[in-house]
């Protein structure tokens, strides 16, 4: 009984909080009419009701992408403040994705010659001021050899990544296995800190983790494939974390040696998983924007897994939490970011 009495105020605050940030994600009519906008400062208005103090110095695919990221961070944030400590965790290392995407530019901003200046400013430094961790990667912008950032990572969860990393752009000049090896750590993280979740929490996130790391999979697989990267190298960067298709089927698709086998062996793959029905995979997904296909079916086989228990304030709060982490992440990548890149492309070919 005691137990109750903690759990039920925290999440019906935290349940009724959310219920603000969730109108801040566009419905399908609003996505719709983003497809009818052919002007970008007109298009900026349109989008800034659900990007609120959006700031930007310029109409560029750069500015406002780094604008529509600050504002889903500070949604993040808020969230953050409103959540009970086990999902103030999950949060936490949520963002850990965003922390790699700082240390990934620092780095190679480093390889070219940047300033600390010039560096700073390919860096999101709220997700370090949530994280707690503004110290640290303000040190690393100091920072201007390769050998120096190594050692500066001695003691951090990064280290072996960027070890890794470094010795292979060294002797290659390529940073994919350094990109790959940060991207699988942020991957491995999320499955570790699993374990330190309430059951119903647990039960939901665990379901998200899997279906994001099961993409991660395919994506580096399919990159992989796609570039002809060395299979045993390539299998170093998988995480061990299975939804739809187990070891075995992951190796297989490991092994294939072109992009069109790789898609259709996927595809029959999918087809043959009673979650994912059949009618939904009629034919073979599509090479062009493959990655994107597979989310969607993904992300439609997340939201249909769990039916929202009215009287169970835990269950829902937890679901609406990953629903607006998801959804406005979606909105940006799928929705609002290609049409910019095409509003300001068709802008470029008039001017021309």
Excluded: C
């Amino acid at each position: 009984m005691r137990k109750t009495s903690v759990i039920v105020p925290a999440y019906s605050y935290t349940l009724i909080k959310i219920g603000f940030l969730k109108q801040l994600i566009m419905d399908e009519i609003t996505l719709n009419k983003l497809k009818e906008i052919k002007d970008i400062k007109e298009f900026v208005e349109f989008i800034g009701y659900y990007y609120p103090e959006m700031t930007y110095s310029a109409y560029t695919i750069e500015e406002i992408e780094r604008a529509l990221f600050h504002t889903y961070f500070k949604i993040i944030g808020k969230i953050i403040s409103y959540s009970p400590l086990s999902m103030r965790t999950f949060l936490k290392n949520f963002l850990l994705k965003y922390e790699i995407m700082n240390i990934k530019r620092i780095i190679l901003g480093t390889i070219l010659g940047m300033s600390t200046n010039e560096k700073s400013t390919l860096v999101n430094k709220l997700v370090e001021t949530y994280l707690e961790n503004t110290g640290f990667i303000n040190d690393l912008l100091e920072i201007s050899s390769l050998d120096e950032i190594q050692l500066f990572m001695r003691n951090t969860k990064y280290y072996e990544s960027i070890r890794e990393g470094i010795l292979y752009f060294k002797r290659t000049n390529e940073t994919f296995v350094l990109e790959a090896f940060l991207d699988r750590l942020y991957y491995e993280n999320l499955k570790d800190e699993l374990k330190y979740l309430r059951p119903k929490e647990k039960k939901m996130i665990s379901l998200y983790v899997k279906y994001i790391t099961e993409i991660y999979n395919l994506n580096i697989l399919y990159r992989g494939i796609k570039n002809n990267i060395d299979r045993n190298l390539l299998s170093q960067f998988l995480v061990a974390s299975y939804l739809f298709l187990d070891e075995n089927i992951i190796n297989e698709l490991l092994n294939h040696k072109s992009v069109d086998d790789f898609i259709i062996h996927l595809t029959q793959y999918l087809s043959s998983t009673k979650e994912m029905k059949l009618p939904l995979l009629r034919s073979p997904i599509k090479q062009k924007h493959l990655i994107w296909e597979i989310e969607k079916l993904y992300l439609n086989y997340f939201f249909k897994s769990f039916e929202i228990k009215v009287d169970d304030i835990e269950y829902k709060t937890v679901f609406r939490i990953i629903e607006v982490l998801i959804k406005k992440d979606k909105e940006i990548r799928l929705n609002i970011l290609p049409r910019v890149v095409k509003i300001l492309h068709e802008k470029y070919k008039v001017l021309k």
